[in-house]
């Protein structure tokens, strides 16, 4: 079984900046594609952005070149740097991976969520 644990959330006014990492952990696992999605009150879930095992990112229009993603492989780590930070960016955040385990294939783990609040 692997686990998602997510850090970094917070409140920040706006034009600031957080950074949400998300760290896997458990059995022996390979992680392919690692993402963040956020949940605003109301809203559905929706993908922010997700990068590869070969650093190759996207991103969900609205944070482009505002947030970045990154992972470091060693760690079995993501990051998302998030900065000019807007009120409509306040959500709960988490952490989505696929990973492989040899006995029981590929699986999506999901974090449990950080919160981010921009408010001034």
């Known amino acids: 079984q692997v686990q998602l644990v997510e850090s970094g959330g917070g409140l920040v006014q706006p034009g600031g900046s957080l950074r949400l990492s998300c760290a896997a952990s458990g059995s022996t696992f390979t992680i392919n594609l690692m993402g963040w999605y956020r949940q605003a009150p109301g809203k559905q879930r929706e993908l922010v952005a997700h990068?590869?095992?070969?650093?190759?990112?996207i991103y969900e229009d609205s944070v482009k070149g505002r947030f970045t993603i990154s992972r470091d492989n060693a760690k079995n780590t993501a990051y998302l740097q998030m900065n000019s930070l807007k009120v409509e960016d306040t959500a709960v955040y988490y952490c989505?991976?696929?990973?492989?385990?040899?006995?029981?294939?590929?699986?999506?783990?999901w974090g449990q969520g950080t919160h981010v609040t921009v408010s001034s």
């Open positions: 990068i590869n095992v070969d650093g190759l990112a």
């Open positions: 989505n991976a696929n990973i492989y385990e040899r006995q029981v294939g590929s699986s999506d783990y």
